[in-house]
């Protein structure tokens, strides 16, 4: 592509000199003054800009710093008479690439300046784009190629470049943390910050704090002055999570902000501004919420500019498997094992499950299934003891464990065993053993004990 340069200088002589010199490599800009230099400037992208320091009515290094605030990145060369050297000087520690003194002299040595200009700009484009490449890379892992997804996807890459709030609706553990961070990952923001806040997790005023910020001294314990999620978030995404859970209070400062793009920080007044897109996310239909009295209308309106409905797992044909697949494979590398594939009964299994906690629920039942077991095939009847793996039409071929033995002799052996291989999987750590069990720690505590796998 031939760069483009603009020259600004109210000198003609200089103007066609440059122009004469490039115009076989680049397509050269002329402007004589300021105001014919930011009407280009917003106008064209260009890859150097060369400008006069002295301009009828303006200042050109001003004019540069307007541009570079801009475009950071902007290649820029100042034009400078002797006497002002001293302050071009100190405009290339600004980050302006370099300054030339007028008369020019030598023409070669010029031209060899504007062409390392424009290679320092062809190699910032380069990192811009690799930078882009890259996060489009850093993008979460999503699965889904059932139709319900593939319509989500093709909903969220619409939506990721626009700057307009994005509301995600969905069951719990459908996803929304998940795809919140695909957008931020696909949208123009991604190499700025991402900011996530649970509005659900959190009491009133310590949500308040973190999304404001505050002043030194504006309450006990505020020691020093921080900046909240607000300012954090400039330039970026930030990701409310349960915004229904959001208290009155905090809904119509949250709605002031979005109306000003300014708030100020607590114990203060004084008003700072901010850009950020919204992306919120709520496990109760928010329109519900609104009818029932708990949600302010005129904030739904605000943050419902496009809803986003995130599918249960039950609606996503074929992509249980996918998913289930996908984990396993990742506890896999995990834990260092090498457990699968899943056998017909299994997978029969897990396509029955109705899957009330959506993907979060699958996850976990394969984190534990790869946890617990040694390695070799996965069998419906190693799901069934870890999770709460109800077949919806209960099927009639769910196998059952084949063992000789009475039920109590059965189930006394099966717990043995699936304690012992817990503790195991757990390194030993009856906390750990907890959790992925989904057992109470006291409980298990209890029945480890029983079985002589840990003592007092
Ligand atoms: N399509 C998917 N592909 C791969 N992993 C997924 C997918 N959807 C969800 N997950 C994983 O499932 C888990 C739950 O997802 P996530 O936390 O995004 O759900 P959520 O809708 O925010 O749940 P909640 O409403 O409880 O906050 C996460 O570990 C996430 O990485
Ligand atoms: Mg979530």
Request: hydrophobic share 40%.
């Given at each position: 592509m031939v760069p483009k340069i603009l020259v600004v200088d109210d000198d003609r002589y200089t103007r066609t000199l440059i122009e004469q010199m490039m115009r076989k490599t680049a397509e050269v800009h002329l402007a004589e003054d300021g105001a014919a230099a930011r009407k280009l400037f917003a106008a064209v992208d260009f890859n150097l800009v060369l400008m006069d320091q002295r301009l009828p009515g303006d200042n050109g290094l001003e004019l540069l710093r307007e541009f570079r605030a801009r475009r950071p990145n902007l290649v820029a060369i100042l034009i400078t008479g002797f006497a002002d050297v001293r302050d071009a000087v100190a405009a290339v520690r600004e980050g302006l690439f370099d300054y030339l003194t007028k008369p020019f002299e030598d023409l070669e040595a010029l031209e060899a300046v504007i062409g390392k200009a424009l290679e320092l700009d062809r190699a910032y484009r380069e990192i811009d784009s690799l930078r882009n490449r890259l996060a489009t890379e850093g993008a979460p892992d999503v699965v889904g190629q059932s139709a319900a997804m593939e319509r989500l996807l093709g909903q969220i890459r619409q939506v990721a470049g626009l700057d307009t709030t994005v509301l995600l609706e969905g069951e719990s553990g459908t996803g929304k943390d998940l795809i919140a961070k695909l957008i931020h990952a696909w949208s123009t923001r991604s190499a700025k910050p991402y900011l996530e806040v649970n509005c659900g997790g959190?009491?009133?005023?310590?949500?308040?704090?973190?999304?404001?910020?505050?002043?030194?001294?504006?309450?006990?314990?505020?020691?020093?002055?921080?900046?909240?999620?607000?300012?954090?978030?400039?330039?970026?995404?930030?990701?409310?999570?349960?915004?229904?859970?959001?208290?009155?209070?905090?809904?119509?400062?949250?709605?002031?902000?979005?109306?000003?793009?300014?708030?100020?920080?607590?114990?203060s007044t004084q008003p700072r501004t901010t850009d950020f897109r919204l992306i919120c996310a709520t496990n109760r239909p928010l329109a519900d919420e609104v009818k029932a009295g708990r949600f302010r209308e005129d904030l739904y309106y605000r943050i419902n500019v496009v809803a986003v409905r995130l599918p249960p797992l039950r609606e996503r044909d074929g992509d249980i498997i996918r998913l289930a697949a996908h984990f396993l494979d990742h506890y896999n590398t995990k834990f260092g094992k090498e457990c699968g594939p899943f056998t017909p009964a299994a997978v029969r299994a897990l396509e029955a499950c109705r899957w009330q906690g959506n993907v979060r629920e699958l996850q976990h039942c394969i984190e534990r299934v790869v946890a617990l077991q040694p390695g070799g095939a996965i069998d419906a009847i190693h799901l069934s003891p870890t999770t709460d793996l109800r077949p919806d039409d209960g099927h009639p071929d769910s196998p059952a464990p084949a063992q000789a033995l009475a039920y109590p002799d059965a189930r006394a052996e099966f717990e043995r065993e699936y304690l012992r291989r817990l503790l195991e999987a757990a390194g030993g750590n009856v906390s750990e053993a907890a959790r992925l069990s989904g057992i109470p720690r006291q409980n298990l505590y209890v029945r480890m004990k029983r079985w002589g796998f840990v003592t007092d």
């Open positions: 959190l009491p009133e005023s310590l949500l308040e704090s973190l999304l404001f910020g505050y002043e030194k001294g504006a309450f006990t314990g505020a020691s020093q002055a921080n900046p909240g999620y607000f300012e954090k978030a400039h330039g970026g995404n930030l990701f409310l999570d349960e915004i229904a859970d959001m208290s009155p209070k905090l809904q119509s400062s949250l709605l002031r902000v979005l109306q000003d793009h300014s708030f100020a920080r607590i114990g």
